[in-house]
C-alpha cells in the first residue's frame, strides 16, 4: 500500500470504528445511555401513588392517582471536539501514524465520555438534587439517607448495604434493590476486592478481631453485590459509593448521548495536510429519583 492519504484513510477510519466499537463502557452500571433527539432535555419524576396507590376493591369506579411530573431545569447538550493534523510527508515517512491516531481518537473519545459520568458520581455530595429543593444527590432525605463518612471497611459497607435495604422511593415505597456494585478508586481496589472477592475476610480491626470468617460479601452469593468495579477518575483515592445497577431504572444517572461520536477527516487543499475532527455532543444528568439508587461515602479529611 502506499503512502499517500488516499490509500491510508479507507484503513484509518475502518480501525477508528473498529476500535470505538471495541471499548467497553465500565460506566455502564451507574448510567442509563439515552438518545433522545430534542434540543434541550428536562427530567420529569413519575409518581405512582406510593404504599397507598393499590387499595381493595370492591368492583367499582376507583379514582386514578396522577403520574404527576416532577422536573427540574431542562438540560441543554454540551460539543465536544478535538483535532489532530498530520503534515503529507510526516505520513509517507511513517505510514502507520495516520492508523494510529485514529486509533487514539477513538480511545480518547470513549475515555471523555467515561469521564463526565465518574465526574458526576464523584460530585454527587455536592450537586444538587435535580427534583428536591434544598437537597444535594448525596443526603439526608426523607425516606431514608444515602450518605455516608465512613472509610471503606466490612462494618462500613454492610451499614451501607443496610441502609439502602431500608431505602424507599420518593412514594415512600421500599425498594427492592438488588445488583449492587462497589464502586471504588484505584487506592481502595485492593481491599474492595477482599471484601468481595475472597472466601473469607481476615482477622482485621474491622471485624472486631475476631478470627477469619466467611464474607457474607463474596460476590456471586446472596450477597446483592455483584461485585466490584474500579473507576480511576474518581476524585477522592478514599471516597467509595455503593451502586444498585440491576436495571436501567435503579441507575442514578442518564448519559445522554445527543449527537454520536463522530469522526471527519479532511485534507487542506493548500498544505496537503491532514486534519482528524472527532466531535460528540453529550450531557450527564442526574436522574428524578437519583438518591435512591446510590449509597456515596465521602471520607472526612
Known sequence: MSNVFTDLLPVAIDTFWQQLASKSASFEPIARIRTDAVPN????????????????WDGGDVSPTDFTGIGGTAARPVAYKKQMVITKYDAEDNPLIVQDVASRLAD???YKLGSLVWAALAAAASTAHPTVAGKYIVDAHTFGTNKGTSALSLSALNAARASMRRYKNHDGDIIPFEGFNLIVPGALETVAKQLIRSVSYP???????????VNTFQAGGDS?????????????????????GASDARKPFDLWLR????????????????????????????????DTGIFYSAVAG
Open 41 to 56: 432535555l428536562k427530567v420529569a419524576e413519575l409518581r405512582t401513588g406510593g404504599s397507598a396507590g393499590f387499595g381493595s
Open 108 to 110: 480518547e473519545a470513549a
Open 203 to 213: 482477622n482485621a480491626a474491622t471485624n472486631g478481631g475476631e478470627s477469619d470468617i
Open 224 to 244: 446483592g453485590i455483584s461485585g466490584v468495579l474500579v473507576a480511576p477518575l474518581l476524585s477522592d483515592a478514599t471516597d467509595w459509593a455503593l451502586v444498585c
Open 259 to 290: 449527537s454520536p461520536i463522530e469522526l471527519i477527516p479532511t485534507i487542506d487543499p493548500k498544505t496537503q495536510a491532514l486534519y482528524f475532527n472527532v466531535s460528540f455532543r453529550a450531557n450527564v444528568l442526574a436522574k428524578p429519583d437519583c
